[in-house]
């Protein structure tokens, strides 16, 4: 091992040794720490209500490390590419768009429904039983069938007609597919009190009726957009063919998806609304992805990684960590015996390596565009009867400490969204700021 070098060779049980590569002796040290971790995510972001700045979730092995930062950028190539191509960003918010066209008729439909079977039809209410009501109430404010319900229908505009239902269909774990059949039968109508009579139409008590658990009441799903970098499916082969990747992007592919937020209401037969173990276990492992972004994504990254240095240095060094952490993780995991190399050896590797990382802070959070008064209101209670007053007090404050530290805004919002403490202990926080040796990524809205 050099300076900045190590080579890596494995001994085959003939005897015979294969070199695998020269590797960077700090990233070898990131992917022994990361591999022997067991957690598989490297990066996420993740949304911090009220806040419009997105937490950043970096792995333990890449915390306040270099790589930690090359980490963070690859992340957001995703939403770079879409950024610099027009073309790009249209396709998306297309696609998008027709998601958010699908769940808009399916909140239409689901609230014609509810006011039809349980006011028309007010044993399919009861049915619910007390715990059913009850959640109704927690959620709604629904305690009586005469109530307004939790979607009035009329400030739900659906755009008509609809032909597209893929997204509704694919994911029956949250949308009832009883719904979905009607409004692929309704969504050919030409305006909204069509499309409105025709859901009433199919909300009889002769379709509901035996629904003995009222699974007709459980509530339209939620769910947020991302999009980021993932690792391309893997196997350990006796080539140690998975060591290389011959794509532009490497061992990487791209992703758009939706992700839901709230629980799979149609998983299990039982009662939804009750504790239910099937419910709160259920994990999301295949989120829907818009699949005709990924190609076309992909190719607009490897293309500007050919212009860009900095975004062919970050490939270079999230692709080499990779390979890595898969030769690790196999040899750790008992899939890949290693002839001549204890288990131990590895331990000793990372002392070894250990003092080549550098150390750079990473960031924590992922500041958004935003003015002062935005980030102002954002921190304080929507509902509260001295909204304005408190919003021209904080943002006072905000703009002195900008004034007296020549801090932007984003800055100061990165700052105060930092920890949780007053604001008038923020300003050493905020002069940490210039001190950041891993310098802010671009920001996306």
């Known amino acids: 091992m050099s300076e ?12 015979l040794p294969i070199e695998i590569g020269r590797y960077d002796p700090a990233i070898v040290h990131n992917a022994l720490a990361y591999a022997a971790d067991g957690r598989v995510i490297a990066v996420t972001m993740v949304r911090a209500e009220p806040l419009p700045d997105l937490r950043i979730l970096l792995h333990p092995a890449l915390v306040d490390t270099g790589l930690g930062c090359s980490a963070i950028r690859l992340d957001q190539l995703v939403d770079g590419a879409s950024a610099r191509n027009q073309s790009l960003l249209d396709h998306r918010a297309s696609a998008i768009t027709n998601v958010f066209r699908q769940h808009t008729a399916y909140e239409r439909a689901w609230s014609i429904r509810m006011h039809r079977l349980v006011v028309q039809h007010e044993t399919n209410f009861r049915r619910l039983g007390d715990l059913g009501v009850e959640f109704l109430i927690q959620a709604f404010g629904i305690a009586d069938p005469e109530d307004a319900f939790p979607y009035p229908a009329e400030e739900i505009e659906p755009e008509l007609p609809i032909t597209d239902f893929g997204f509704l269909s694919l994911n029956p774990e949250f949308y009832d597919q009883r719904l979905v059949n009607a409004i692929s039968r309704c969504g050919s109508s030409e ?34 957009r ?13 080539a140690i063919s998975f060591m290389t990747s011959q794509e532009p992007l490497g061992p990487f592919r ?57 975004t062919a240095r970050v490939l270079a060094r999230m692709a080499e ?84 530290l020549g801090l932007d805004d ?4 990165l700052a105060i969204s930092q920890g949780v403490i007053p604001l008038d202990e923020q300003m050493a926080l905020a002069i940490g700021l210039r001190e950041q040796l891993c310098p802010a990524p671009g920001t996306f809205p």
């Open 191 to 224: 305006s909204v009190m069509a499309f409105d009579g025709c859901i009433r139409t199919a909300s009889t008590a002769d379709v509901y009726g035996r629904d003995f658990y009222a699974t007709w009441a459980a509530p339209p799903p939620e769910f947020d």
């Open 4 to 15: 900045r070098e190590l080579v890596l060779r494995l001994i085959r049980s003939e005897g």
């Open 226 to 238: 991302w999009s980021g970098v993932r690792e391309q499916p893997w196997a350990v082969d006796e």
């Open 321 to 404: 960590f990779t390979h890595l952490q898969r030769l690790f993780r196999a040899a750790l995991d008992g899939q890949l015996v290693l002839t001549g190399m204890d288990l131990e050896d590895l331990a000793g590797l990372t002392i070894e390596t250990a003092p080549y990382v550098n150390r750079s802070e990473t960031l924590r959070w992922l500041p958004r565009d935003y003015s002062i008064e935005d980030f102002a209101r954002a921190m304080i209670a929507p509902d509260s009867a001295t909204a304005d007053s408190l919003v021209t007090t904080l943002r006072n404050q905000i703009v002195g400490l900008k004034e007296s």
């Open 254 to 310: 791209v992703m758009v998806q939706i992700a839901f937020t709230s629980p799979p209401w149609f998983i299990s037969e039982g009662r939804w609304y009750a504790d239910n173990a099937v419910l709160e276990s259920f994990d999301d492992e295949t989120p829907y992805e818009i699949t005709s972004l990924e190609q076309p994504l992909m190719d607009e990254i490897a293309s500007h990684a050919e212009q860009d240095a900095e």
């Open 410 to 413: 984003k800055q100061i919002a």
